[in-house]
């Protein structure tokens, strides 16, 4: 089976529910997505699990999600080439050459409905990704580099983040993978998409991207203090209404800290690289991650 | 009473029970015997209540993560590479 072959399909598909021309869509390396009139079509990653992704399209076609994430156009899953296919209405993608008008306070606002929505009112959901996908990109790691030793370093200094997020969020809805990619708009409004990691966890994780960035001093205060303020004005509950959000955020965001830089590192040395200087940004802020845990240690229990 | 420096008049003042007698001409100030001594007694006494005080409120703490970086790395001056994997970040999985 060649990737043509599986584009040729897809397009097909699209032409039947979206009717017009198919063009593939950039997207992620391990995902095709091609556009065809009003519809997308997704090829989800080599080796998705059908099970659970049948639940996360039940609840995405859900009333109780209407206007937090995207309705498929069918909760129907088809296999085109060993991959699992799904159609979606097409909507605008934020626009990356301008991260600064980004819809910050949206994708917060969206955030917050969805962790608001009580976990009974959905179809059954496994548990929302997030916590499992820092172990898998740590695993691709060699350690053969002083950067990857600190990455290593700083993932063996955290506590058991995974059975945290299961105590944290007592299953609460969450996405799961949320970053300013898994927004378009469509009819006017901002809807989140991408029900992949849709599921019950912490949703304090879906905070953790944009926490992390802050916190490595990537992201501008203020558009952070923006995006925290929206999302708790519109009823959040990853974190406490007011007062200190990092009793919540630090675990998660230190966890994705480690994930993005072992892509980062990982990116770097499949490219033959040194790393830049948002990289190495990430790789400083894992060594702060490994000072500020051991100094977590050193203080005697009572 | 004379300057002994610029020869100009001397006035008097009292404050918290310490005279000083300073200079119309050049400002300075010329202090009487125990003067000295006196402001530095209520000096000492000063810094002991600072030191005696509780310590002030920390400042409330929720702004950025012990962890954080003690300086940010945002601004203009990284160029277009970094734009573009810091881009790259926003928007991937």
Same mark, same amino acid.
């Given at each position: 089976?060649? *990737? ?11 032409? =039947?529910?979206?009717?017009?021309p ?9 995902v ?24 996360r ?39 990356? *050459? ?6 910050w306070?949206?994708?917060? =606002? ?11 009112a959905?179809?059954a ?9 820092v ?17 290593l370093?700083?993932?063996?200094? #955290? ?12 299953? #609460?809805?969450?996405?799961? &993978? ?5 927004m ?9 998409? *991408?029900?992949? &990691?849709?599921?019950?966890? &912490? ?44 009793? =919540? ?26 790393? *830049? ?26 | ?20 007698? !300073? ?21 000492s006494?000063?810094? !002991? ?11 409330p ?21 970094? !734009? ?5 970040m926003?928007?991937?999985?």
């Amino acid at each position: 089976m060649s *990737d043509e072959d599986l584009i040729e399909e897809m397009g097909r598909i699209g032409a =039947r529910y979206g009717g017009g021309p198919a063009t593939t869509v950039p997207t992620r390396p391990d995902v095709a997505i091609v556009r065809a009139g009003s519809v997308v079509v997704k090829a989800h990653a080599p080796g998705a699990a059908r099970e659970p992704l049948e639940r996360r399209m039940r609840a995405a076609a859900h009333p109780a999600l209407d206007g937090i994430l995207l309705r498929p156009v069918t909760e129907e899953i088809m296999t085109v080439h060993d991959r699992l296919v799904t159609v979606w209405p097409a909507g605008t993608p934020v626009d990356p *050459d301008d991260p600064g008008a980004a819809p910050w306070e949206d994708g917060a =606002r969206l955030l917050a409905r969805l962790h608001a929505v009580p976990a009974g009112a959905l179809p059954a959901l496994p548990p929302a990704g997030g916590p499992a996908r820092v172990g898998r990109t740590v695993t691709r790691l060699t350690g053969g580099s002083a950067a990857e030793q600190v990455v290593l370093r700083a993932f063996a200094s #955290l506590p058991d983040f995974e059975e945290a997020a299961g105590r944290a969020g007592a299953g #609460l809805p969450a996405h799961g &993978d949320w970053h300013l990619g898994q927004m378009v708009r469509t009819g006017g409004r901002w809807v989140l998409i *991408d029900a992949d &990691d849709l599921g019950l966890g &912490d949703p304090a994780w879906d905070l953790a991207r944009p926490a992390a960035w802050f916190a490595a001093g990537l992201l501008e205060p203020e558009v952070w203090h923006r995006f925290l303020a929206a999302y708790r004005a519109a009823g959040g509950n990853a974190v406490p209404a007011q007062g200190d959000p990092w009793e =919540r955020l630090n675990l998660p965001a230190q966890a994705l800290t480690v994930q993005l830089a072992a892509a980062a590192v990982a990116a770097a040395r499949r490219e033959g690289r040194a790393l *830049d200087e948002v990289e190495s940004v990430l790789i400083d802020t894992c060594q702060r991650i490994v000072q500020f845990r051991s100094a977590c240690h050193s203080v005697p229990t009572q | 009473m004379q300057c002994p420096k610029c020869r100009g008049n001397m006035r008097t003042y009292e404050r918290n029970g310490v005279h000083i007698d !300073q200079c119309d001409g050049c400002r300075g100030i010329f202090l009487d015997y125990g003067e000295l001594e006196t402001l530095t007694r209520m000096e000492s006494q000063w810094s !002991q209540q600072q030191h005696a005080a509780p310590p002030p409120p920390p400042p409330p703490a929720h702004g950025a993560p012990g962890w954080g970086a003690p300086a940010p790395h945002y601004g203009g001056h990284y160029g277009h590479h970094r !734009q573009r994997s810091w881009v790259g970040m926003l928007f991937s999985t």
